[in-house]
């Protein structure tokens, strides 16, 4: 017998490297796939089962309601530049954030970096002498992020991963109340989808930040 689909679910950042493996977690977990971006005609099929397409701009109010319409939950894995001056990731949770406020589900869960886990009980580790300065602006991008998430209604959860590999899931990793993970400081694209779909219905980390590593 067919089963049946639990849930609708928005996946911003879909066409991106971890978003593309979100949609197929997605599916894999039996929830249909809403992808959202600004090129997912030229990165998905429109035959696929249990995945529909929405064309948008994540500065665009209009684009983010039609693409909240009838969702279940919404995925985060917005990606960009890296030197700061892309605001997608802050900006982009900002809008995602209102529209979900105004109206549309409740459940998110996104992506940020491993910078914004705790070093100790009100210290981020970006905040720690030594953190490498290459990745200080993507991560103040994180932090504005994590500040509109936190300060919502919404039941939120932030998982903030170390380096991401692109390779599929292992389902072999550890997760942790915001601080860091046991374990290599790494997690594969595929894992932090199978852990972030999970946790949508889990809800094992409402309004926190995660640490994920790979066993
Ligand atoms: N790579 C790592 O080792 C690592 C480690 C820790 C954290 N992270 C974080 O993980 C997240 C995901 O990384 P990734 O490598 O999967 O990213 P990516 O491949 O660069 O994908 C970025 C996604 O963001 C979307 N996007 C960006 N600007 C947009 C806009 N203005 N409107 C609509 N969509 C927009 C893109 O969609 P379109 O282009 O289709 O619009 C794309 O789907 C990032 O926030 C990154 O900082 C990465």
Redesign the pocket.
């Known amino acids: 017998m067919k089963q049946m689909k639990q849930m609708k679910v928005t996946i911003?950042?879909?066409?991106?490297?971890?978003?593309q493996y979100l949609v197929d977690e997605t599916i894999a977990q039996l929830h249909t796939a809403r992808a959202?971006?600004?090129?997912?005609f030229?990165?998905f099929s429109t035959e696929r089962t249990y995945l529909e397409l929405s064309k948008?701009?994540?500065?665009s109010e209009d684009d983010i309601k039609k693409a909240l319409k009838g969702a279940d939950a919404v995925l985060s894995?917005?990606?960009?530049g890296?030197d700061g001056t892309?605001r997608?990731?802050s900006i982009?949770m900002k809008k995602i954030v209102e529209a979900m406020e105004k109206k549309g589900p409740k459940r998110i869960v996104a992506?940020?970096?491993?910078g914004l886990l705790n070093a100790d009980e009100g210290t981020f580790i970006y905040e720690m002498p030594g953190f490498p300065e290459k990745y200080k602006a993507?991560t103040l991008?994180?932090r504005q992020a994590y500040d509109h998430l936190s300060s919502s209604s919404l039941d939120w959860t932030f998982v903030?991963?170390?380096?991401?590999?692109d390779a599929k899931a292992t389902e072999s990793y550890n997760t942790n109340r915001n601080y860091p993970a046991e374990g290599n400081q790494q997690i594969t694209?595929g894992d932090l989808a199978h852990f972030m779909v999970k946790e949508l219905i889990a809800n094992e980390y409402l309004k926190c930040r995660v640490g994920i590593a790979s066993v």
């Not at 894995?77 to 960009?80: F, S």
């Not at 992506?111 to 491993?114: H, L, N, R, S, V």
């Open positions: 911003f950042g879909a066409t991106g490297m971890v978003g959202f971006g600004r090129n997912v030229e990165v948008g701009y994540l500065f894995a917005i990606g960009g890296f892309d997608a990731r982009g992506i940020g970096g491993a993507v991008e994180h903030c991963p170390p380096i991401i590999l694209a």
